[in-house]
């Protein structure tokens, strides 16, 4: 019952914060990306909530029961590292577009290219879709044994939460409740961590964790820390530094916040986000240490929580869950209907007509995200990873084209649709069947066959181009 009253108790919270210091927007622009002058202090708790999803808060207490340490500096440090690389490609991005609102859209004015735009449309669009299907999921199956309602329900329910108050104002609805989803998981954790430290016989468990519930995981460079590495610490790292450059989350907020402050508001949001996956790790230490046996490794700090504490601090936890996959969801809405704007003729309607189309495109997300997260035998795990790398397939046409490098834009579009189409299925065959060499070797086709098809094909044009001017030119 205690459930349900948190999810009331949630959604009044959200919506009141939302009427109360936000105005329903009639301006598309505003919507998107407010008024471009969103400060470093909201927008870092904005961007630590946003990055903080459902493995945040799951896999990092998987990671810290089943491999130790070594399974949590495998997920901490990408996350933490690919916010601080990001930086001084947002200020690029902002100098060159200064009035841009989409990475869809500045590719395809730097290029002059519909096929640029729609191959980064789709890869955008993709991952918004399975990034709203994993928190829907991870949160969802909690909820579901909180509350006793179906999993169907539970996910018609978080999403029409996220919808309620991000269709009123957009991203200021959106920046706005993070940063209280930021403050309310920061303070669960507070009080959380050292409680379950206490209650515990003090740091005796945690340390005895570090090594994980087998004992076995003691070193990075160990033969059992190098499987963790291969198995997951590689595919993570290259699916999360390629994360923000990927999703139009954070480019969006790159966008929105004032540009003498770009830098401050993401080293901001990775510090912030830094506390949450080591509190949750920390909560994974404690459960192997002291021996404990999940019903589920993916849910150990779910459960453990259960077990030492009285109710209420399950209450907190939960509200942090929802904050946590809240944040990302409301993130997702604005990303998608921000993307709207680059479809074709859209930008050329009124402002009516453009968040019209904006808030469908809002319920058309949520309802793929529903459909996606009620597949039976779904893992968050798997999602997570495979969703990671098909964010890596637009790293390096989007990094070398902030940098300068002139590609053409066939080598671009051809360049992604290969990274799609040959890393995608081998990463998803590695992960199905759990084989690390298939893993690495599709996380790295996603990531390099894309730069380097976009640079050769790019190199021929130009060779082609200047053959041609010879020739008219003799």
């Known amino acids: 019952m205690y459930g349900i009253l948190i999810l009331v108790v949630y959604l009044m919270l959200m919506l009141s914060l939302t009427v109360l210091f936000t105005e329903k927007e009639q301006d598309s622009v505003m919507f998107h990306v407010g008024n471009r002058k969103i400060s470093a202090g909201v927008s870092a708790m904005s961007i630590a909530a946003t990055w903080i999803w459902a493995p945040a808060l799951l896999v990092s207490a998987e990671q810290a029961y089943t491999h130790g340490i070594v399974g949590l500096f495998w997920f901490i440090v990408p996350n933490i590292l690919c916010l601080l690389l990001f930086i001084p490609f947002a200020k690029k991005i902002r100098q060159q577009m200064p009035h841009g609102m989409t990475l869809s859209g500045y590719m395809a004015e730097k290029y002059h290219s519909k096929a640029v735009k729609r191959v980064y ?57 993070d940063a209280l989803q930021m403050i309310l998981m920061i303070l669960a954790c507070i009080i959380m961590i050292p409680l379950a430290i206490s209650i515990n016989d003090g740091f005796q468990p945690v340390i005895n964790g ?41 480019w969006q907020r790159a966008f929105a916040v004032k540009q003498n402050k770009i830098g401050k508001a993401f080293l901001g949001g990775a510090i912030l986000f830094a506390v949450i996956p080591l509190s949750m790790g920390i909560l994974g230490f404690i459960a192997a240490g002291s021996n404990f046996i999940p019903i589920s490794q993916g849910t150990v700090n779910f459960e453990l929580i259960g077990y030492l504490f009285p109710q209420w601090v399950m209450i907190l936890f939960v509200f942090m869950l929802i904050s946590g996959l809240m944040s990302t969801i409301d993130s997702n809405l604005c990303a998608i209907a921000a993307l709207t704007n680059d479809w074709n003729n859209v930008s050329k309607q009124t402002n009516q007509v453009q968040l019209k189309i904006a808030k469908v495109a809002m319920i058309i997300l949520l309802l793929m995200g529903i459909i996606m997260a ?50 995608l299925p081998i990463f998803a065959y590695g992960t199905l069947c759990n084989l690390s060499l298939y893993k690495t070797i599709g996380c790295l086709t996603a990531v390099l066959s894309s730069g380097l098809v976009a640079l050769l094909i790019s190199r021929i044009a130009l060779k082609r181009d200047m053959a041609k001017g010879v020739s008219e030119g003799g």
Request: aromatic share 8%; net charge positive.
């Open 121 to 177: 449309l789709f890869q955008l669009s993709a991952l918004a879709v399975l990034s709203t299907g994993v928190q829907l999921l991870a949160g969802g199956k909690i909820l579901t044994t909180i509350t006793g309602l179906p999993l169907s329900v539970i996910t018609i329910i978080l999403a029409a939460i996220a919808f309620s108050y991000a269709q009123f104002s957009g991203l200021k609805a959106s920046v706005l409740t």
């Open 210 to 250: 570090l090594n994980g519930i087998s004992r076995e995981y003691n070193s990075l460079f160990s033969p059992k820390g190098l499987e963790v590495f291969w198995a997951f610490g590689l595919p993570t790292a290259i699916g999360l530094i390629a994360g923000p450059f990927g999703d139009q989350c954070f």
């Open 374 to 423: 009620n597949i039976p035998n779904l893992s968050v795990t798997h999602l997570f990873l495979i969703y990671g790398t098909l964010r890596a397939t637009t790293l390096l046409p989007t990094v070398l084209t902030l940098l300068e490098r002139k590609l053409s834009a066939q080598g671009i579009s051809i360049g992604i649709i290969v990274a799609m189409v040959l890393g």
